[in-house]
């Protein structure tokens, strides 16, 4: 069998820049548009980049670690890329699907592999009700916003909002508040991966709130609708002594 064809992309960071230099001599590279697998060299934030950069392209993902946070990416080395390749684990991700309606009945769509979050733009506290599969379960939240998190989202922005989180074999995502005011002692909810959240927003002329997905913000929305688009599905390549589910199991015991 011929060797897959390599491209590498990078972030705009020192160490990236520098390993995209040397791995590109050492092995070669391709045009990422003609390549059947890519390595992304950066943090987490530029693995997400990567992600949604190469969506439905059905082309696997290995990170390596060249930035800040790499939670999802494999060590670096220059030495034995090829065989890395050859024997890595196969992680399929899932987005999520954002259609958040703007004040003027504009709808905005996106993708987010980690979450979809509201969050309030003034001083004043979202105040939002919470549907799930078209049934109200809570008429009132007022907080500093709430998330939606996958599997592999949940150890990101969910975990540092006191969020759980899940295995990637789980089938469930995370409805996690932020910072909630009232009702006080609600922490969230765990729904199946199948569930229809709508998240509206109450009071916009005086408590605003934008929509995140991932990186891509909608600025004063009225109402937000999420759901998993399982016909989008991703593959991340890793180190099989860096494997990504052993990981985010390990991370529910850290202490």
């Known amino acids: 069998m011929s060797s897959p064809r ?28 003609e390549a ?49 390749l050859e024997t890595a684990q196969r992680v399929t991700l899932y987005p999520l699907e954002m259609r958040a309606t703007e004040e003027d009945g504009t709808e905005q769509r996106a993708l987010a592999f980690n979450e979809v979050s509201l969050l ?3 001083r004043q506290a979202a105040k939002l009700k919470i549907s799930v599969d078209g049934v109200v379960r809570l008429e009132e939240l007022m ?18 909002a006191h969020g759980p989180i899940i295995p990637l074999d789980a089938e469930i995502l995370a409805l996690t508040p932020i910072s909630a005011f009232r009702p006080r002692r609600w922490r969230g909810a765990l729904l199946r991966h199948g569930a229809q959240v709508r998240i509206d927003a109450l009071e916009t002329e005086k408590r605003p709130v934008s929509a995140v997905a991932d990186f891509t913000e909608v600025r004063d929305v009225t109402a937000v609708e999420i759901v998993e688009k399982r016909d989008v599905a991703m593959t991340l390549l890793f180190d099989r002594d860096a494997n990504l589910q052993e990981r985010v199991f390990k991370e529910q015991f850290l202490t």
């Open 6 to 33: 390599v491209a590498f992309v990078a972030s705009d960071a020192e160490a990236a820049q520098q390993a995209l230099v040397d791995l590109s001599r050492s092995y070669g590279a391709v045009d990422p548009a």
């Open 36 to 84: 059947d697998i890519v390595v992304s060299l950066g943090g987490d934030g530029f693995m997400l980049e990567t992600l949604h950069r190469f969506v439905g392209k059905g082309v696997p993902i290995f990170g390596m670690h060249r930035g800040s946070v790499g939670f999802l990416m494999n060590p670096y080395q220059l030495e034995g890329l090829p065989e890395r």
């Open 120 to 122: 309030r733009e003034t």
């Open 143 to 160: 907080a500093d916003g709430i998330l939606l998190a996958t599997p592999v989202g949940s150890t990101a922005y969910n975990l540092a």
